[in-house]
Nanobody
Framework: QVQLVESGGGLVQAGDSLRLSCAAS????????MGWFRQAPGKEREFVAA????????YYADSVKGRFTISRDNAKITMYLQMNSLKPEDTAVYYC???????????????????WGRGTQVTVSS
């Protein structure tokens, strides 16, 4: 099993920045990809960004490209999401996911990920 814990969410104003963290523990040797998804009230879970753990290759949703940056710390087994120029439409619960696949799969679909954290709330006021 892999345990994931998100942190760093909060209430900010439009244009501000936040950095989210996702700490992994357990059978972390089985994790090849990790990603961030978000879910706003009344909407489905939406892909935000993903990273291939070994190479550091990154993938972004068009809605956040140029504003958000995903990264990882190999020593700490932690993934980060630096969010700049936040907009009210970024308001959502942000979830950290991990995938056991080491190939280029469907990284922008929730069902490709095997483990999830409980989420952290991000609220951006206008």
């Amino acid at each position: 099993q892999v345990q994931l814990v998100e942190s760093g969410g909060g209430l900010v104003q439009a244009g501000d920045s936040l950095r989210l963290s996702c700490a992994a523990s357990g059978r972390t040797f089985s994790v090849f990809h990790m990603g961030w998804f978000r879910q706003a009230p009344g909407k489905e879970r939406e892909f935000v960004a993903a990273i291939r753990w070994t190479s550091g290759s990154t993938y972004y949703a068009d809605s956040v490209k140029g504003r958000f940056t995903i990264s990882r710390d190999n020593a700490k087994i932690t993934m980060y999401l630096q969010m700049n120029s936040l907009k009210p439409e970024d308001t959502a619960v942000y979830y950290c996911g991990s995938s056991l696949s080491n190939s280029d799969g469907i990284y922008d679909r929730p069902y490709w990920y095997h483990y999830w954290g409980r989420g952290t709330q991000v609220t951006v006021s206008s």
